[in-house]
């Protein structure tokens, strides 16, 4: 394959990173209940920061904020809720007139923004603003490793579960041939590529974001990560190993083409504390507040060993039905990608297995493929 196909193919798949649209069973708006429960895990920071902010700044007349990365659907307006409501009792606390607040929501272009827009009304209803006219709503379809907002006019981002995404799959993975992501046993420089790639997109993000920031304004990002410095401890991102093993089974059955899946690889990466620390530091527009993580657990039942034993045929369908959860879930965040790349006849034959992995994977005490790993941080503009 030539340089430039290979170009091509990054290309394609990073127009197609967007998670699977409208409120279908397997669209994004119906599985992003993880997405929800994370979102209520770092709701305090979200409040206290968009407080501090409004301090520093000195209540002015409008206020205008962004989610980056919003995806589709109800989740989009969990965060803006929060944020908008806590602007207005702020205002309202200091003995301030209500501001005008401006609501960015930025995704790339072939986010499904029709399914958010339809939501808007009903967002507006239930906000606690005095008249009419107060809040103006806006789609900002680009990508956030590009300018969205004129200088210095953005006084608080948001971005939840969103820059993990790469801005596109890293060089250097011609030899990454049996996986779709990093997993044991893989090439040396696989991990490399991937964590440069993660440092340059990380920057790029926070020097964009720089300029578009006034000053002592303020951001939370949150990312999933990983606790320990070597990425293929455990399976740090279990999803992309299971997956891969999905393609895998394809390939033996003929189903997909050994060339399609050796190409074929994820533009994601999940760092750990101290590779988010250091790009802030070094890249130096920002101070961070606050940086902290959690363990992040989806409540599945998993059996112990001895439990398994004895296992019946309803623990077995209630293992079952928990793999096909989660295979939907992660249907509805990598569908776009996997059809981009292998086209649309895999999608049913690989969640098909990705399930029935799932429910095996499940009966093992030894694994946790629920809990993943939350970084959180906040942000001042210097």
């Known amino acids: 394959m030539s340089n430039q196909i290979g170009v091509c193919i990054r290309d394609s798949l990073v127009d197609a990173l967007a998670m ?28 206290e920061n968009v407080r501090e902010m409004l301090v520093q700044v000195g209540f002015p007349g409008c206020i205008k904020v962004a989610d980056l990365g919003c995806s589709s659907g109800e989740n989009t307006f969990l965060a803006m809720s929060e944020i908008v409501n806590t602007i207005i009792q702020s205002y309202e606390q200091k003995g301030e007139t209500q501001p005008e607040i401006d609501c960015c929501l930025n995704d790339l272009p072939e986010n499904d923004f029709n399914t958010t827009f339809r939501l808007v009304p009903s967002f507006l209803k239930k906000l606690k603003l005095e008249g009419s006219g107060k809040c103006f709503l806006s789609g900002v379809p680009n990508s956030f490793y590009s300018r969205l907002f004129p200088s210095k006019s953005l006084h608080f981002g948001f971005s939840s579960l969103s820059i993990h995404w790469l801005s596109k ?10 996986s779709i992501h ?67 089974d394809l390939v033996s059955e003929g189903v997909v083409k050994e060339s399609e899946m050796e190409s074929f690889n994820m533009p994601f990466y999940n760092p750990n504390e101290e590779e988010v620390r250091e790009v ?8 961070i507040s606050k940086i902290k993580t959690f363990d992040h657990v989806v409540p599945y039942k998993i059996n112990s060993i001895e439990e398994e034993e004895e296992e019946d045929d309803e623990d077995k369908s209630l293992k079952l039905e928990a793999g096909k959860k989660q295979a939907s879930w992660a249907r509805c965040i990598t569908e776009p990608l996997l059809v981009a790349h292998f086209g649309d006849a895999i999608i049913e034959p690989v969640f098909d297995k990705y399930a029935h992995y799932m429910a095996k994977y499940l009966r093992a005490s030894n694994h946790r493929p629920n809990m993943t790993l939350i970084i959180v941080v906040s942000l001042t503009k210097k």
């Open 20 to 47: 699977k649209g409208g409120t279908g069973e397997h669209s994004y708006a119906t599985n992003s209940h993880y997405q929800r429960s994370v979102f209520f895990e770092i709701q305090p920071m979200v409040t």
């Open 280 to 287: 802030i530091l070094k890249e130096g527009s920002f101070e």
């Open 169 to 178: 799959v890293p060089d250097g993975l011609e030899n990454n041939t049996q």
């Open 182 to 248: 990093i997993k044991d046993p893989c090439p040396q420089n696989a991990y490399k590529s991937y964590l440069n790639q993660f440092k340059n997109d990380f920057s790029l993000f926070l020097r964009m974001r720089s300029e578009e920031i006034v000053p002592n304004g303020h951001a939370v990002l949150t990312f999933v990560g990983r606790k320990v410095s070597d990425p293929v401890y455990k399976d740090c991102f279990q999803v992309w190993s299971l997956l891969s093993d999905c393609l895998l």
